[in-house]
């Protein structure tokens, strides 16, 4: 515990406590809602928009569910967001970068142009356009974000090979007569794989942001699953007067992404460098 | 000679770009979506209603002959006509575009305006109270979901404090009973053209509220980086020169300091002005502004691509020019951008 403290500094070490907080709430969400069946999408009518007490610890929504366990539902659909596009951006995203720093010449030319096309959208603007073609859902929505997404991995993946090009190991291979896709996978890609998985794990909370976002424009999952932007959009025609139906999802969203930001930041000064230049 | 060549290359690189953004565009809102020809025709549309929309729509041609009618559509300015009102976008987007740049513009100068003499002063006071105050803030501002903050802002100065209207471009009243004459689309601008200093207030009490959502991510950058800029350049001889000489310390930081620290300004424009026309289709929901963020939030409902697509293109173009004006601004002022 001390050494953890150590490590990443008082911030971090909370924030580290909330985001494995809310991973266990996700986890264990049947289990630790107060109202499992509620969390789940059962309508609850004789009790609709109560604001918090006791019996509901965050008020309840429009259907009388109650927002605490929707929101601890919530976390499923939101954390597997932020892990989801990260990962897909990284399985575009990294063939490409390691591609256009390997070979180099026409084919990096190519790569990096068509990569600067995807740069030159607004991020969200292209995702709402890519979200809508696809039609709402988890798995779309997901894709959607994840398109505007890589291109940072490409450019990452594609600095770090640069450098491990002219390595003396990675020639001597060459000249051992190892094939291309070997040398790229067997000696490039692991050594890569870490600056990268940093980067990875930090951008987790911008990316649940992104997804909050277009949830929020009714292009996420769709009801009755348990989602934290729309919540927040479905609060809103109850704002101010039940203000507890959007502010207790949009508190939440602002822990979670503050939570993953200071633990990135923490993380940060500690490696050194590791940083990117988000826009 | 080295400058005009950088300016040139990034001329041509942006225009590549554009081609490239066109083509996505198109085969998102084109190809991608199941049958465009089914929304086109309408609610509940018949198989000969179907057919005759995939032929006005041109849907049976090869994918290359339809690129380049899309292509040659957009560069001409002619977005086609929306699916759900049948009216032509290019009136549309005269109509909302304004809107959205004087939210725009708007928002960038208030996020320099708050930003830049907050990083003055978190870099006066190094690791004091002002400084620990800003950079936590500027932490929050990155983290805050944008369409709650606005929500939070409407609670509090519209909601509890009643000094800021809750929503809106303009008073029902003026619009109705004494409508701006429309020169620029601005309405500050048009209201001081107009001379009527009842519009331009009501006009900036409604801009306060969307831009202060919008500034608040760039305004934490923009201390941020005007923070690390004024700390080195403190240091540098001629302040420690002008300190010896006896300076007043308020002299010193603007006077001799942050005239050297004003790179990261235009940075920061670049980014909140891309940010702001990003962050455009959920503010503008929130505030019911009449722009193009509220417009392409009520296509995606109707899934009115046509709208979509000429939405997605016509701001990408402003954040394309945009980042190349910031690039060749940059260079001139930094000619060593241009040999990197």
Redesign the interface.
Known sequence: MTRLVQRLGWPGTIALAIVVLFVALAILAPWIAPYPAQGAGAPNVIAKLRPPSAEYWLGTDHLGRDILSRIIYGTRVSLTNGVLIVAFSLLIGLPVGLAAGYFGGWIDEALM??T???L???????A???A???GPGFLNSIIAVAVTWWPWYARLARAEVLVLRGQPYVEAARLAGVSHPRIIIRHILPATGRPLTVQAALDV?PAL?TA??LS????GVLPPTADW?QM??AG?KF??AR?WY??MP??T??IV??A???LG?ALRERKGGAARAS? | MELLRYILRRMI?SA???V??T???FI??QV??SDPAALYAGPRPTAEQIEKARQELNLDAPLPARFATFASAMASGDFGVSYKSRRLIAEDLRAYLPATLELAVFSTGLALLIGIPLGVAAAARQGRWPDRLGSLGS??A???????LA??L??VFA?WLGILPLSGRLSREIAISAPLQMVTGFNLIDAIIAGRADVFGNALAHLILPALTLASYPAGVAMRLTRSAMIEILERRHVVAARALGLSEPRILFGHALPNAMGPALTVIG?SF?YA???A??VE??FAWPGLGRY??EA??A?D?PV??A??MV??IC??VM?LIIDIAQALVDPRVALS
């Open positions: 142009r068509g600067d096309v995807f030159a959208f607004p991020a969200l603007l292209l709402v356009l890519m809508a073609a696809l909370g942001l909050a976002a929020f424009l009714g292009l932007g927040v959009d809103r704002f101010p203000w959007s502010a949009g508190m969203i602002f992404a503050l993953f930001s200071v930041d826009a | 690189l590549f770009v554009v490239g953004v083509f996505l565009v998102v809102a991608v979506p932490i929050a990155v983290a805050m979901p944008t369409f709650f929500m939070l409407q609670l909601q980014l891309a026309l990003t962050g289709v959920l929901i929130i392409v939030s995606i409902l899934k691509f979509i697509a939405v997605t701001v990408t954040y394309v980042n």
